[in-house]
């Protein structure tokens, strides 16, 4: 059995960039979920530093 492969896509375009963030934000918009959203990110801003040293840490066996 041969199975075929997709090529994965490691860019997207500005249209297709706007068009995804622009049905993220609708979705969000439409069930009232903002507040939750905005507490979502918030609480995940401490987590940058973290996942940036882990990126280093990672980095020499990529």
Known sequence: MKHE?????TSISEEET??????????IAIRGLA???I????SLHPLHSIGSQA?????PFC
């Open 39 to 42: 507490m979502l990110i918030e």
């Open 55 to 59: 990126m280093y840490f990672v980095l």
């Open 18 to 27: 706007r068009e995804l963030i622009e049905k993220v934000a609708q979705f």
């Open 5 to 9: 492969y997709q090529e994965i896509r």
């Open 35 to 37: 507040p939750a959203g």
